[in-house]
């Protein structure tokens, strides 16, 4: 089985930072993409940010140039850094990693953290 663990979460103010962790562990051969998703109350899961293995990135449009992805391949973990960060930027924000568990497995199946809460106060 494969465990994601998120860390970093908590109450800040407007334009202050936070550092979110995830650190995948268990039974893993490999990870492709990492990513952070978010839900605030009411509103359906977003992507916030993914990278690669290869360290490809992608955002959505409204955290470009305040977060940043990043990833420590032989920890399995991924960062999300959050700059800037706004009232609407409050929620929960989950990890994901895809994983192959073994090398014999041909796909790889993606696995959630349990969430951790971001809330930005005005």
């Known amino acids: 089985q494969v465990q994601l663990v998120e860390s970093g979460g908590g109450v800040v103010q407007a334009g202050g930072s936070l550092r979110l962790s995830c650190t995948a562990s268990?039974?893993?051969?490999?990870?492709?993409?990492m990513g952070w998703y978010r839900q605030a109350p009411g509103k359906q899961r977003e992507l916030v940010a993914v990278?690669?293995?290869?360290?490809?990135?992608n955002y959505t449009d409204s955290v470009k140039g305040r977060f940043t992805v990043s990833r420590d391949n032989a920890k399995n973990t991924v960062y999300l850094q959050m700059r800037s960060l706004k009232p609407d930027d409050t929620a929960v924000y989950y990890c994901n990693a895809d994983v192959r568990r073994t090398r014999y497995e041909r796909t790889y199946a993606r696995y959630w953290g349990q969430g951790t809460q971001v809330t930005v106060s005005s």
């Open positions: 268990g039974s893993i051969f490999s990870i492709n993409a």
């Open positions: 990278i690669l293995s290869v360290g490809s990135t």
